[in-house]
């Protein structure tokens, strides 16, 4: 892709310091030493918004809208850009600075572009606009529709502060413009780049570019809005420049320049107006006098400006420029060369006549900034270096200083031709070889090494292509290129030495430390030896700052420890290495002995007793002296055999054996007392009479009575004593007695004597006294009720369990079920006093009732046995016939009736 450069050079007589950025409401300031800018959001300077606290504003009253708050508002401290004209501090002079440079009165500065002569402005006069959106059409419409863009970022560098802003032009979009502000810190100028991209598929063709600035430098000192503008360089000229100044035409130190060394750019200064109305064409090739002049001075209130014919751009190319402002007359050269063709070595930029130091026998890229628009040739010390024509050449240093020059030919059909009057140009560089050594080898130090152990070749790697020299001492001495052996048989330290490469670029000797070290001292001994088997044997080892290891005949090894418990089965040998720090090592040797255990075991073992039992033990084995021991105590304990009669269950029983090496071995037995059966054949009792008492201890092996029965249960119907012995199933014996006493009564005559019952009626039979019943009906409840003519018969079980059978014999005749008198006498004789219903059953529902002649009751009772007393309210009635009525319900239920008459007699 094709590139194009183009600086463009704002020159102040300004200073930059305080390094501090600051990004409010779209707006960016930027606060120098000597210097303060304020950026808007189209990339204009002067800011619809407020500077912070600390900025030196001045820019007297302005009512500016800010499209990034959506406010129009009077902007106080608005900021455009402000001066310490004399280097010496804000408060410091007479006057102490200047500025606001173009903010009172009629805000104007900004920049345009124009594609095939379609122009849009970016001017801060655009904000003086309620609504105003900081882009404008070359007719003056505030739109906007085709520019647009805002400040991306802001850095601050160590030497300069950064403000970026990117945009877009045309519909549809064709260029991409980037905008950059460098404010140098200590410095009076500010240089801003910019990057013109085609980011569309269509040739831009005659593309123009404008900078311009209505200048009002000292308006805030004298209240003076003109000042004296000087075209200053006009092209051709020997180098290239383009500059155009305006001064305070009471104060010349209000000085501004706006300038570049680019030979496609026009200067001009405006007859009046803020800015050029011009098509961009005729104010760069100098056809507009009647607005502009192009050389020359006047001193008014109107805009100056740069103009740049940038060509055609092709898709994806890009050209890029910048621009500055500058205070003081003596940065103008140091600012041009800001502009101007320059080295580029690593993204770094070295200007006309630069020293570049190259690394001896290196090969360097080196560019041309701003190369566009030029055939190059190169020379190396004055000598045309064949094939040497592009924007690049690689350098090869020598041991010798050179000079490199490139000479630029403007292109005939370029915006920089010869036909236009431009002039080659010539830009050199110093190049000084440096002798850079290669880096050291890399080596492996230091090596260690034990006495008397096998050493091999010291170790270094050289760099590729490069050889390794070896020395014994670190200066002099005559190199060696095999590596040396180190000797191992006496301890100490030796240090060789290794560089790579040849004089005069050999690198530096890198020692190489050999140590020899003696081998760690050890002293190893067994604490007591000659155990018995399974016990614990110490070992010993006497060290310092050294790691352990113990290794047995046969085992695994245990490590990190100088003293070990150890219980080998037979005797064993033990290896004891250490090792040092410095992996030496030194090692000893250990045997223990080991002697064998008795062997011993109690015969039986674990044994079963029934109480009060003993039993004899034997100790099974080797020969052996014996020592017994039990809970209770044992008759000759040391005898190879033993009576034990335990006292309690699971009683140990333990031996212990010792053989003539002293080793001792124990054995041990529980016996277990099992516990007797319990027969259980009851408390002495008495039985009924004639009865058997049959006896059943319980569930048992065996069983045998005092009589040789061996059966489980026994039946017994004698007054006397009976036992048994039986036999549990753990094999022991128990026993139990009893005694029958005596002889029990058994029930009887608790029936009542024969009875005869009316056909009709029922008998109650009750018993009382006994603890189970049962009669011949199949009740076994003590009272039943009985009809009609049978033999009743009872068995009963009184609470000793003696049976005791009664009967009964039951008849039955025809009765009359009641009668009722005919007459009575109520005269207190005793006799036939009362008159009542004669009724031989149970009844229910019972209802008597006496009327006298005249119907009325003298007599009701619902009382089965209360009668007549033949009075009526106490009164006795007179002698005469009454009428009874008798109703009533019998034990089954039935309802009887019966009426007639009585005869009162007194």
Known sequence: MKRLSIYLLFILNLSFSASKAQLVNGCSFLKGTFVEVGIAPNGGFGTPENAPAGYHSRPGTPIMYNPSTATYLTRNTALGFVADWDLNGFNVGTPTYFGDYFMPGTVQEGWAIAVNGVRHNAYTNSYTINGGTGFTSSTGSSSGLNFAGNIISHTINPTDIVSKWKGTFGNPTQLEIEQQTSLLISKSYFVMKIKVKNISTSIAQKVFY????????EQTITNNFSTKNIIAFQLPNAANKVLVTAQGATNPNAYLGLGTKDCRATAFARKSGLFPINNLDVLHNKTATLDNIFAGSNTVDAAIGLVFNLGDIAPGETVNFAYAYVLNAIDLDEAFNQTSNSFDINSVSYADNSTYNQPYNSNQNICINNASGFTWQWYLNGVAVVGATSQCYVNTATLLNQTLTAIGTPVASGPCSITGGNLPVTITLNVIPTLVPPSAPIVISPVSYCINETAVSLQATASVGLNLNWYTSATGSIPTSTAPIPNTTT???TTYYVSQGTAPLESVRV??????????????????????LGDSIILNAISSNVSYEWTPTSGASITNAAVINVAPSINTTYTIKVTDANGCKNSAILNTIVHPLPSVNILPHASELCVNDSILLIAGGSTATYLW???NAIYNPTSNMVYVRPMQNNTKVKIVATNNFGCK??????????????????????????????????????YLWQNGSVLASFAAKNIGTYNVKVEGANGCFGYDTVKILGYYPLPNNFLPKDQELCSNKH????????????????????????????DIKLLVTDFRNCIGLDTIKITTKECIDFAIPNAFTPNNDGLNDNFKPIINETVTQYHFVVYNRWGQIVFESNIQNKGWDGKKDGVLQPNGTYVYFLQYSDYYNIQKVAKGTVNLLQ
């Open 629 to 631: 021991s039990t809970t």
């Open 511 to 532: 020692p190489i430390v050999v140590k020899v070290n003696n081998l760690p001292s050890l002293s190893a001994f067994i604490t007591t030896n000659g155990k018995c």
């Open 210 to 217: 404008l900078r311009t600035v209505d200048p009002d430098n």
């Open 665 to 702: 071995v124990a054995d041990s037995t529980y016996l277990n007392i099992l516990p007797l059966p319990k027969p259980n054949l009851g408390l002495d009792i008495f039985i009924c009479d004639t009865s058997t008492k049959t006896f059943s201890p319980g569930i048992f092996a065996s």
């Open 763 to 790: 008998l109650v039979l009750k018993v009382a006294g006994f603890k189970n019943y049962l009669w011949s009906t199949g009740d076994s409840i003590n009272t039943i009720t009985i009809k009609g003519a049978q």
């Open 491 to 493: 301890f100490g330290t």
